[in-house]
């Protein structure tokens, strides 16, 4: 009882210690939390959308610093230390900064790999997170598909289904990129399956039933999912066939026998080789649409992201895209898009895809990461599978972060947040191009160009460029063999890319 | 600004609508939180757990009710309600009852499939739900492999591991219980192949590299996890090559080539049946033992269920999981125990397979559901790869489950809760016997003895019992093809168990 005593006065003076100033979760901090996002926002991307962040980064030791190593010893004694990058304080990490345990405060662009989108400890998120529908959504959570909560039409309509794409009006919910991805590859195969039927109204065969209880055809039916050379798109054991992006991923694990059609290679700059790349999207168009016509176990989708994000930051065209659309229409083959790592803002579209300006919507475009929570978007009435329970789980989603989703879409609202990814993302690939003329062998084959601060380049010496990175202030991952990735959060303003150009140019020039 | 105003506002004011008393979030209302769990547990199990909670069901209408009907037609055209059960309104939910939209109040027996621990808006998880960890953990959700908050490794301690299972001192979190299981998978076959490699020290050749992208042999070895017939493991593609449970479950999915060995089918009253099922073990556990030897993709893990609980409440003795621990051990393959559904201490242990007594630990455990949170326990370090990266994904967990299944270990301490389901359960099987013996047709293979409140029997009409329930003011599921499956939370008492026998009472003689 002394203990439950405490914890309540405890939470009397509940503060989390924010670098500048204190946010707490009373009501009265509540109304400072509000205090602090009303600022005028007449001139969004000149002035800060959070006036007591940092001014920036601030390193006084080396990282890991002596407090950080002797945490991480203790960690490692019972959680696996050796991916670790950071041992980051979260309560002192505020907006685009992130805080270590040495009061280190590191300009964050990695950003839980590109998956905070409104900055640390957001005063509207706060807001949100300590909210009487949050408290009950985490304390009672549902089994959705048989209890469902009396505002979850409402809490879709207002959140997740508010920005669905074009096209797409109804989603499957998930908990993460790769239950996301799995449970679109189920829709498929269902709607694949019932139009080889003949139609929704057919029943199942007994051989199906009976041989789908021994893993066997023609109950579990050998068809495929195609996807891209150095695409990845998750790691259980649907969405790991799929992924194609480092060996260290897959080894090991048994894997579907399923296709990967070849990614384009582009060249850069864009400007000077423009007929090559053309033609290299012809022979990756003419090469896929070949694997479905061809392949053993029959195509039902096809997965591609619209970045390969961890396969190497590795862009097309939207005329490529356009092309995987023809050809899945021609062929009678779905088309998922995973916007897993690409969508909620950060190209300067809400969704990348909507770069591509396709006539014909994709068929379901998969989400998770900076949404916090996950799922399948879709449109079409026939990949709702003809019975109830085919797809199904648990918990089928999760309120909690439904409810996170919608305050994360409020805010990306109120601050115009998308159409900040895209001037400052002009301004960040600016800098970088202008660095890139000065040491164009530290800089390569920089990307993503009008894709917001979706921004890559190669470094011949990668890992060093990283590693470095810190030691001025600048938290920054890569991705593929020799990418340095650029993934900002949305609140990344001009005034944090001055720092970041800043930082990059004494790398390349030291 | 308004609406933040107005948001602010209502924070200040919010209250969770409780059947008989009102639960704030602000300090004065923690307080009272804390007063409502603060009584004398002197005599826990016949004194009420909570003293407001209602003293019965309450059914005004027919379910669903008008408003109901009309708020379902509403959520369906977002939301697949085909297998909608119940549309529910959690705050006035409390304790063992779950509330709707016409003021109907039901005796939860269900509790979300297995998933709700100590009651609906139960005061020390709202305590903990509104704690400032729990809106750090919310609002800065990490990619906790590479950027982990300086407090996991006490979060951890003091939650999730202070729970191990005997003999197992690590755990690689997971969201769900089907990527709890299928990481567990991925764990047992790179031991495996690390093993037939010759140690962890052994590099990957260059052919396993390179036929791993390709999802081809030897780097995506044909190894197989063989399940039992019936058993449930989940739903995405790995576990649901495990899953045997329905066919609806596994039509048209694409699964792999893995084996099932035969679960016991058990006769009842077990003392009427001694040695025909120790024969019926013991011909099950041989042909175990001939898969594992002879199945053409050899066989690195066993899952096995302690209750198969989705294929119809199904059991087996101690001397049949021992049974499996010999085998696995003596042809060097692993065991792991999906207690996804029996943990968390409804059997009357915390861990179900702790009725068996087993002198050595299963190899992994894997758990979610109650636990609020999931993963696989484990204790032999050759199942942490030998290489960073190889089990790895962008969240990795969730520190906010995390928390919250600390506090459900806390509550479940301070109330006593295993011993409450443990004398309970037997309070409510003597129950169910008594009614067994005057109406046998209708309760058949009464199951569950002396495991707490894990019990189950099959009725012949089980879809209309399920049904009538409900106007009886029961909440109750079923399992398999013909079992009513009872899954209280573990706050379900005596006087509980007195109000559900009185329905099943009524249910079978009318």
């Avoid at 009672?140 to 074009?166: C, M, Y």
């Avoid at 057919?202 to 021994?214: D, K, L």
């Avoid at 085919?390 to 989603?397: D, S």
């Avoid at 960040?428 to 601060?453: S, V």
Wanted: proline share 7%; glycine share 6%; with cysteine.
């Amino acid at each position: 009882m002394a203990s439950l005593l405490r914890q309540v006065a405890r939470l009397r003076q509940f503060t989390l210690h924010l670098p500048v100033r204190s946010i707490t979760t009373n009501a009265q901090s509540r109304a400072s939390a509000a205090a602090a996002i009303a600022h005028d926002t007449s001139s969004p991307f000149e002035q800060p959308f959070f006036a007591d962040e940092p001014h920036g980064p601030r390193v006084s030791t080396p990282i890991p610093g002596p407090k950080s190593k002797k945490a991480i010893a203790e960690l490692n004694q019972v959680f696996d230390t050796r991916s670790l990058n950071m041992l980051a304080n979260y309560k002192q990490s505020y907006g685009n900064y992130i805080a270590d345990l040495d009061g280190n405060l590191l300009l964050d662009v990695y950003a839980q790999i590109a998956s905070i989108p409104v900055g640390y400890n957001n005063p509207s998120l706060l807001l949100a997170a300590t909210s009487p529908d949050m408290a009950s959504a985490l304390i009672n959570r549902p089994a959705l598909g048989n209890f469902p909560q009396h505002d979850w039409a409402s809490i879709l309509e207002t959140g997740i289904l508010k920005v669905a794409p074009r096209g797409l009006n109804q989603v499957f919910t998930a908990l993460a990129g790769s239950d996301a991805n799995e449970t679109a590859y189920k829709a498929a195969f269902m709607w694949r399956r019932q139009m080889e039927r003949g139609g929704a109204h057919v029943e199942f065969s007994p051989e199906e039933i009976e041989t789908s209880m021994n893993n066997q055809v023609p109950g579990s039916p050998q068809l495929s999912i195609m996807s891209f050379t150095s695409g990845f798109h998750g790691r259980l054991f649907g969405s790991l066939s799929t992924t194609r992006s480092k060996p260290i991923h897959k080894l090991d694990i048994p894997a579907f026998d399923w296709p990967q059609a070849p990614f384009p290679a582009l060249k850069y700059p864009l400007e000077e080789h423009v007929q090559e790349n053309v033609e290299e999207e012809k022979r990756c168009l003419e090469q896929a649409e070949r694997i479905i016509k061809e392949y053993h176990n029959p195509v039902a989708a096809v997965i591609v992201e619209p970045v390969q994000s961890e396969g190497g930051d590795n862009h097309a065209s939207p005329a490529f895209f356009k092309g995987i659309r023809e050809i899945t229409k021609r062929n009678n083959v779905l088309m998922i898009v995973d916007e897993v790592q690409t969508g909620i803002g950060a190209t300067g579209k809400f969704w990348a895809h909507e770069h591509w300006n396709m006539a014909q919507p994709p068929d379901m475009v998969t989400f998770s990461k900076k949404a916090q929570t996950a799922g399948y978007y879709f449109g079409n009435p026939a990949l709702r599978p003809n019975k109830p329970y085919r797809q199904f789980n648990t918990w089928m989603g999760d309120p909690a972060r439904a409810i996170l989703f919608r305050a994360i879409i409020n805010e990306i609202e109120r601050l115009n947040l998308v159409e900040n990814t895209a001037l400052t993302g002009d301004y960040l690939f600016n800098g970088l191009e202008r660095i890139q003329r000065q040491y164009p062998e530290q800089i390569q084959n920089l990307r993503g160009k009008g894709q917001g601060t979706f921004i890559a380049f190669d470094s011949p010496t990668r890992d060093a460029f990283l590693a470095k990175a810190k030691a001025l202030g600048i938290n920054i991952g890569g991705s593929g063999a020799k990418a340095v990735r650029l993934r900002p959060m949305l609140i990344f303003q001009k005034h944090h890319a001055d720092i970041f150009l800043d930082a990059v140019q004494k790398l390349v020039s030291s």
